[in-house]
């Protein structure tokens, strides 16, 4: 959904106000989930560290790594999208306000 509405997006037209929606929605739901696994991760490793098993440790610290860099990716492509494409085409400032807050 998310490559799906990035394309619309990418298309330099006003969003209605569905589009809108489908498109925060679509990026909310893929940070949603990456978030709630950072955090589970982060539970993890420090429970590790309390433990002291340095070997799984560090593998661990790989993936809590990957996806933070996933996280930032993702918040990179959306923020270039709305730079590059929404904004310039926002013609009311309900739009700009919607883009901005987002």
Request: hydrophobic share 40%; proline share 1%; with cysteine.
């Amino acid at each position: 959904m998310v490559e799906a509405m990035k394309n619309v997006a990418s298309l330099d037209i006003e969003l209605t106000v569905e589009e809108r929606n489908l498109l925060s929605v679509a990026y909310k739901n893929v940070i949603g989930a990456r978030r709630a696994s950072w955090r589970i991760i982060s539970n993890i490793e420090q429970r590790e560290e309390t433990k002291g098993g340095e070997g799984k440790l560090e593998m661990i610290r790989q993936y809590r790594s990957q996806v933070e860099k996933e996280l930032k990716d993702i918040c990179a492509d959306i923020l270039d999208v709305i730079e590059k494409h929404l904004i310039p085409c926002a013609s009311t400032g309900e739009s700009k306000v919607f883009y901005y807050k987002m």
